[in-house]
C-alpha cells in the first residue's frame, strides 16, 4: 500500500500526512480550502493548525478531492466528525464514477473521533452506510494518546489500529508504524472508536474541574468514573471491557484529560473558569470534538438505558446552561454505591 489520500489538512491529518510521507509512501493530502492548500504549497507548512511544522517536499497537497481519492490505495479520513458524511458523499461519488472506472482503495481508515449526532453513528459507521457497498469490512479506525503536534515533532507515540478483518490491520499496522509511531491492532472496531469519542466528554469534564481550582485528587476521580461509564456503553454496544483500558481508552481519556495540548480540556477549563460555551467557540479556530459528542453520548446513554452521570452534567452544562457548581454537587450527592458491582452492568 504505497498511494495514500488523506482527507482533512487539521493538525492531525497534517501530521499523519507527514509521517506518511515521511516513510517515502506516496501520499496526497487534500484541504478543502484552497487558499489553505495554496499556502501549505507554497510555504511548506501549515501556520494555522500546525505551526512550525516543516511539511516533506514528498507531500502532495491538493484542494481537488479527486486527486486524493483516485486510485490510491488507502483512504484516511481526517476530518471534523460533523462534516465527515459529506466528505464521504464526496468521495462516494468519485469512486462510483462509471467515466474514471477507478480502483477501490484496499482500505478505508477513519482517524476522526466523533459519534455522529443525529444518527448516533460511529464514524466507521457512517463510512459504512455512506460508500460504496464493496467496501464493506475494509473500513478501519485509528485512534489512541496522540496530540498532533507531538506525533508531528516525531514523539514517542502509540495507538491502534482497529478493523474487524486481522489480516486488514496488519497490513495498516506495517504502513503506520515508524520508528516514533508504534501501532498495535485490535479486532474491537466498536470500541476503539468509541473510546476515541467518548474520552472527550470527559476531558471537558476533567477541564471544568480544574477550572474551578479543583486539585489532581478531583481529576483522578473523574478520568477513573469516566472510564467506568464509558465502559459501561461500550460493553452495552458490544465493545471488549478490555479495549478500554487500553490505549484508545485509558490512554486517550488520560492524555485528554490532562494535557496542556487538549482542545476539549481547555474549553472545560474556560466553562470552570466562568465563560459562557458561546464566547468559547467564538474564541476557537479549531474544532473540539467533545461538544457534539457529550450530545451523542447523553441521547446514547437515554437510548441503551447506560448510566453515565458525568456525561449527563457536562451535556447539561453546555447545552442547558446547567451551573457547573451545581454539576459537581449532583455527582457528588448522587446515593452511595459499590465500586466495581456496576463497572459492566
Request: net charge positive; charged share 20%.
Given at each position: ?12 491529518g ?114 459504512e ?15 489512541g ?17 482497529a ?6 490491520c ?32 470527559i ?47 485509558l ?8 494535557g ?9 477549563l ?76
Open positions: 500500500m504505497r498511494r495514500i489520500g488523506v482527507l482533512g489538512a487539521g493538525s492531525w497534517t501530521a499523519l500526512a507527514i509521517l506518511l510521507a515521511s516513510k517515502g509512501i506516496d501520499t496526497v493530502l487534500w484541504a478543502r480550502s484552497r487558499q489553505l492548500a495554496r499556502q501549505m504549497r507554497d510555504g511548506r507548512e501549515n501556520v494555522p493548525y500546525l505551526p512550525g511544522v516543516e511539511l516533506p517536499a514528498e507531500l502532495k497537497i491538493t484542494s481537488d478531492i479527486s486527486k486524493a481519492v483516485l486510485n490510491r490505495e488507502v483512504i484516511l479520513f481526517v476530518v471534523p466528525s460533523h462534516g465527515l458524511r459529506e466528505v464521504a458523499i464526496q468521495v462516494s461519488r468519485q469512486l462510483n464514477n462509471p467515466e474514471q472506472l477507478p480502483d477501490l482503495p484496499h482500505a478505508v481508515v477513519s482517524a476522526t473521533k466523533g459519534i455522529e449526532k443525529r444518527t448516533l453513528l460511529t464514524m466507521a459507521e457512517v463510512l452506510e455512506v460508500l460504496p457497498s464493496r467496501l464493506r469490512g475494509r473500513i478501519a479506525a485509528l485512534s494518546p496522540s496530540f498532533a503536534k507531538e506525533v508531528a515533532s516525531l514523539v514517542p507515540t502509540a495507538v491502534t489500529i478493523s474487524a478483518d486481522h489480516r486488514l496488519l497490513d495498516l499496522q506495517s504502513l503506520f508504524a515508524t520508528g516514533t509511531f508504534r501501532v498495535y491492532t485490535s479486532l474491537d472496531l466498536v470500541g476503539v472508536q468509541l473510546g476515541g469519542a467518548l474520552k472527550n466528554v476531558a471537558i469534564a476533567s477541564g471544568i474541574s480544574d477550572g474551578m481550582g479543583f486539585g489532581t485528587n478531583s481529576r483522578a476521580a473523574l478520568i477513573t468514573r469516566g472510564l467506568a461509564e464509558m465502559s459501561r456503553l461500550g460493553v452495552r454496544l458490544g465493545a471488549n471491557p478490555l479495549t478500554f483500558a487500553g490505549l484508545a481508552g490512554g486517550d481519556l488520560v492524555l485528554t484529560c490532562t496542556n495540548l487538549s482542545r476539549n480540556r481547555r474549553v472545560g474556560k466553562l470552570g473558569q466562568g465563560h459562557s460555551i458561546k464566547s468559547i467557540l467564538q474564541g476557537m479556530s479549531m474544532v473540539a470534538e467533545g461538544i457534539n459528542t457529550s450530545s451523542s453520548a447523553y441521547a446514547m446513554a437515554e437510548r441503551y438505558k447506560v448510566d453515565m452521570p458525568i456525561t449527563n452534567q457536562v451535556f447539561r452544562v453546555l447545552y442547558e446552561g446547567h451551573d457547573p457548581k451545581d454539576a459537581v454537587k449532583e455527582l457528588l450527592m448522587r446515593p452511595p454505591r459499590q465500586e466495581l458491582g456496576d463497572l459492566l452492568a
